[in-house]
């Protein structure tokens, strides 16, 4: 029987971005679908995200200035006010379309056995400029196959039960990929779904927290699930593939060197790339994966002039 999901929170975590949170909050203030509260935890801004904030008069929006203490622990303080069954995230630097929360709910409500939603994603730069379109995987299977290795759900067009982040906090120790922890532990519990729409602009920032902070500790949580599933593989298939998870966690979060044998002894153009690739000093490896060159490859033949369009009326 569908479900009928009358109200929703949204939550924004915010740090330091003054500099782009007016359109995030734009964003959310003009969606179509209204019955929602905009709950906004500003982790300590120096800068001038407070001014901002307090100049929109909507009501929907309650902001709460809390002491510097990370997103983690932003966002655990942040669902513990949302008042509705319902969380949907969003960063302080991303734009949602304005049908986002409506699209979502639909969907929810005709596939109720979904616990975590998210969408495709247009990742843009300053200043407005589009550089590729990202498909992520949209079935539970699938997206519970690439969380060994990548995050397939954009945080800001998650849309989550509340009674799984009341379950599961957000891991404080941690100064960046706090999501993908977050979702890879709790993986095998709830069902996961991306609508095949893209419903959030996400913008990509040299000085970001996923740009900057320590990609060890996602190596170390990965890795280890990798190489125990290895080790009990019953068959060369299995056997294959978890050697082929491990040798991408190396090459992304670990020892490229480690990565290599097994680049060098099973050949594809891909493989073949990330090999010699391995060889960059430190500088121009993550400048070249950071540059997320196969997407934009496989972006390069599709028409982004509604995306621009549409990305220029959000900034507005």
């Known amino acids: 029987m569908p479900q009928v999901i009358k109200n929703i929170s949204v939550l924004m975590p915010a740090y330091n971005c003054g500099k782009y949170i007016a359109p995030a909050v734009k964003s959310v203030l003009n969606q179509t679908f209204t019955h929602f509260e905009l709950i906004i935890i500003d982790d300590g801004s120096t800068d001038d995200t407070e001014k901002i904030i307090k100049g929109f008069t909507d009501k929907r929006i309650k902001y709460k200035k809390i002491k510097h203490s990370g997103t983690s622990a932003a966002l655990n303080y942040g669902t513990g006010l949302c008042k509705y069954d319902w969380i949907a995230r969003i960063d302080a630097d991303d734009i949602n379309t304005t049908n986002r929360l409506e699209r979502q709910l639909k969907f929810l409500e005709e596939e109720n056995d979904i616990d975590i939603l998210s969408s495709w994603s247009v990742y843009f730069t300053d200043p407005a400029k589009i550089l590729f379109l990202l498909n992520e995987p949209m079935n539970h299977n699938e997206i519970h196959k690439y969380l060994n290795i990548h995050n397939p759900i954009n945080q800001s067009a998650m849309i989550c039960r509340k009674s799984i982040f009341d379950k599961h906090k957000f891991n404080e120790s941690l100064n960046s990929n706090e999501d993908y922890e977050w979702l890879y532990r709790i993986r095998d519990e709830f069902r996961f779904a991306n609508i095949p729409e893209y419903l959030v602009y996400t913008r990509l920032r040299d000085d970001s927290r996923t740009a900057t902070g320590n990609r060890g500790n996602l190596y170390d949580m990965l890795n280890t699930n990798a190489f125990r599933r ?19 966690l190396n090459y992304f979060y670990g020892s490229r060197q480690s990565a290599r044998g097994y680049f060098r002894n099973s050949f594809s153009l891909k493989n073949l790339t990330a090999y010699f ?19 934009r490859i496989k972006s390069i033949f599709k028409n982004k002039s509604f995306f621009k369009k549409e990305l220029d009326s959000l900034l507005k």
């Open 230 to 248: 290895m080790v009990d593989s019953k068959s060369k298939g299995d056997h294959f593939y978890w050697a082929s998870v491990a040798a991408w």
């Open 277 to 295: 690739t391995t060889f960059l000093p430190d500088k121009y490896f993550f400048k070249f994966i950071d540059s997320h060159l196969k997407y």
